[in-house]
């Protein structure tokens, strides 16, 4: 697979996935609630600062998804923005890794969410530092 491939496949995967916050912006608490304690994380809070930020980084992350999907379809003329969104990736994957164990998070949780995100960062900088210069 080309890098140009990996990199359009890979915004488009995490674009999707970030998309589908969209959903969380607006599904009723409870629906919230219930998620949180079958995924093993107790019961949820019930403060207005809990449902703020769960819904405010929802909507954080559907805008992002959709700038994935943007400039996924232009890699040459988003070379700069592309790899700026790498590095960022790859700081996000880490700061979530370290978020993830020292908050006690599930083990499957620990597993997954980091290391996905810091293997899908590097993955992105290979690829966008070879794009070529407009």
Not at 25 to 46: K, T
Not at 110 to 117: R, T
């Amino acid at each position: 697979m080309s890098s140009d491939l990996l990199l359009k496949a890979i915004l488009r995967v995490l674009g999707t996935s970030s998309l589908g916050a969209i959903l969380f912006i607006f599904v009723p608490s409870a629906w919230m609630s219930s998620i949180h304690a079958s995924v093993g994380l107790g019961e949820m809070p019930d403060a207005p600062v809990v449902w703020y930020l769960a819904r405010s980084t929802s909507t954080f992350y559907a805008i992002v998804g959709g700038l994935f999907w943007t400039v996924s379809f232009d890699l040459v003329r988003h070379r700069t923005v592309l790899v700026y969104l790498s590095w960022a990736i790859l700081f996000l994957g880490l700061t979530l890794l370290g978020i993830d164990w020292t908050e006690g998070m599930p083990l499957f949780w620990k597993l997954w969410e980091g290391p996905y995100v810091i293997l899908a960062g590097l993955a992105m900088i290979w690829s966008a530092r070879r794009i070529p210069s407009s």
